[in-house]
């Protein structure tokens, strides 16, 4: 392994433009292309064939096929040697979650003068709260959209009072993507809770839509429960307000003798028409309390260490990262298939970190830094793994030198069967082919990593490198769309390999059957050999960019 690069580059920086520099410095050995070798399609076939199994129910987080798969991480991970360095000794890095429950039993509304029975008239979101006796607003269907001219609560002061809203899921007449395309949310557009609270408002009355009363039962207990979160990546400034669902016939008690009674909205719902907001009269109050009970569970990332042989360099890391995550199993889907398998996301990832993990106990040498391997959870539900690792890490971070992620390797495609991108459908047309791989990231922050990954392929397989995505100004923003991100924020230069979006993409049939393992031997290698020239690196890659600003907020 030649480590020549850095000498180059002072000798010959200012005659060379870096790029064209780089693709002739890296050089690959017989003995690394051998050391490449020991990744095998085989191997990574027989590994995905069990994480993507249907036994592994999705791999949720949290949930057992996770755990199940943290385990089998775990278990090859001691066997092979090595050094775990996740909480006390283990290979495991421990996150807390919970999620809020209503306790029916102990949340209470009253609404003007009227008491609520909790179940029939009434239920909550699960945000605790306790407002007692509140002057009420009718903000219409409560949504925001700027370039609509709907902003209900413009000439109404909601200040400290609960709004009463009148809506379904989403505003009617408009599309998801005339709100979504119109701009940044709490500013173009927000959703009634949101804008609700941007107004000063203190509580959300919400009345059941026919749709939502039709569905009243089927929608009560999804409403009832929250989504899980990490306890210390909680934002309890963002919280939610206190929010209830009412049905039809308390709002007609509601707005009896109001100048737009409730059969008046309701006639102006049923046409295009926007609704009116006005203030209730002033007699009429809300009182709501809230209680809620935490359910508790765990999950976490796998951490462990490859220590590098330079008695120096061993104290800086090279991490190699993927998501072990997915999306789990639906059982109200539609159809047989119930379990998102997540063969190619990011079970390839996962994988191909785990067979480059078994390479390295296989070559003759050590590389000269550590290698960091951190396969994360939660990446789908929002990148909560790398986050977490990132704000609470194991190691000393500021010693990891470079991160490489890989999350989707393992799909190509096929020039028969090329699906167009259309409004909302799953397409390919942008998906990688077999020779080829989208890089992301390498060139944002350093220039020497972007010239090891581009030298170290062109060195060796000469996979088709496409950097098309490398912009921070990427419509698809996949720049913010996996653990790299969490990186790169804490100052860490990264790397991104990902095969692009197909038809299959977060569906249930993204199955271990579809996978091209000739291309995932190939780019694996690759990045097996990327991660080596890193690890001999005589210097860290500096990071000489700035990372631009359109890439430091997600
Ligand atoms: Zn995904």
Not at 1 to 20: E, I
Not at 158 to 185: D, L
Not at 341 to 353: C, I, P, R
Not at 529 to 546: A, F, I, N
Request: hydrophobic share 35%; proline share 5%.
């Amino acid at each position: 392994m030649r480590k020549n690069l850095l000498g180059l580059f002072l000798v010959l920086t200012f005659l060379v433009p870096s790029a064209a520099l780089a693709q002739t410095t890296v050089k690959i050995t017989s003995q690394e292309r051998k050391m490449a070798e020991a990744i095998t399609a085989a191997q990574l076939k027989d590994y995905l064939y069990y994480v993507a199994s249907d036994e592994m129910g999705g791999r949720d987080t949290p949930s057992l096929g996770l755990d199940l798969t943290a385990k089998f991480i775990g278990t090859l991970l001691s066997r092979w040697g090595f050094k775990p360095a996740g909480d006390n000794g283990s290979f495991f890095q421990k996150m807390d979650m919970h999620r809020d429950l209503v306790n029916q039993a102990s949340t209470v509304a009253t609404l003007g003068g009227q008491n609520l029975v909790y179940g029939t008239d009434f239920f909550a979101n699960p945000i605790a709260g306790n407002l007692s006796n509140l002057p009420l607003v009718f903000g219409g269907e409560g949504w925001m959209i700027k370039s609509k001219g709907i902003e209900p609560y413009k000439d109404l002061d909601v200040r400290g009072k609960i709004v009463v809203v009148y809506t379904g899921n989403f505003p009617r007449g408009v599309k998801p993507q005339e709100i979504f395309g119109s701009g940044k949310r709490g500013e173009a557009w927000a959703d009634p809770m949101t804008y609700a609270k941007q107004n000063g408002a203190v509580g959300v009355i919400a009345i059941a839509t026919p749709d939502v009363e039709q569905r009243w039962q089927v929608i009560r207990p999804l409403r009832e429960r929250g989504n899980y979160v990490i306890d210390k990546l909680e934002d309890l400034n963002n919280k939610q307000l206190p929010t209830i669902y009412v049905s039809s016939k308390t709002a007609e008690n509601l707005f009896k003798g109001e100048s737009n009674d409730f059969g008046k909205i309701a006639e102006i719902y049923k046409s295009p028409a926007t609704l009116p907001s006005f203030a209730l009269s002033a007699g009429k109050t809300a009182s709501m309390t809230v209680l809620t009970t935490a359910e508790r569970a765990a999950t976490q990332n796998i951490v462990a260490v490859w220590e590098g042989s330079d008695p120096v360099l061993k104290n800086e890391y090279v991490a190699i990262g993927a998501h072990y995550d997915h999306e789990g199993t639906n059982p109200n889907a539609r159809g047989d298939d119930k379990i998102w398998n997540g063969a190619d996301d990011d079970g390839s990832g996962t994988v191909a970190v785990l067979s480059i993990a078994e390479a390295l106990t296989k070559a003759p040498k050590r590389p000269k830094r550590s290698v960091l391997f951190v396969w994360h959870a939660g990446e789908e539900h929002g990148l909560w793994g790398s986050e977490y690792f990132n704000k609470f890490p194991t190691v000393d971070i500021k010693q990891v030198v470079a991160q490489l992620n890989i999350d989707m390797i393992g799909r190509s495609l096929d020039p028969n069967n090329i699906i167009k991108c259309g409004q909302n459908k799953p397409c390919n047309e942008e998906l990688s082919g077999p020779n080829g791989i989208y890089v992301i990231g390498s060139e944002m922050m350093s220039t020497t990593l972007g010239a090891i990954t581009k030298g170290t392929n062109d060195a060796y397989l000469k996979i088709g490198y496409d950097y098309k995505y490398d912009d921070p100004n990427d419509k698809n923003r996949f720049f913010f769309r996996s653990d790299h991100f969490n990186y790169a924020q804490n100052g860490i230069p990264i790397v991104f390999w990902f095969d692009g979006v197909h038809e299959d993409y977060h569906q249930p049939t993204d199955t271990a059957d579809k996978i091209d393992y000739a291309k995932m031997e190939k780019v694996t290698r690759t990045i097996y050999l990327t991660l080596l020239e890193v690890s001999d690196l005589k210097e860290r890659p500096k990071v000489d960019k700035q990372l631009p600003p359109e890439l430091t907020r997600r």
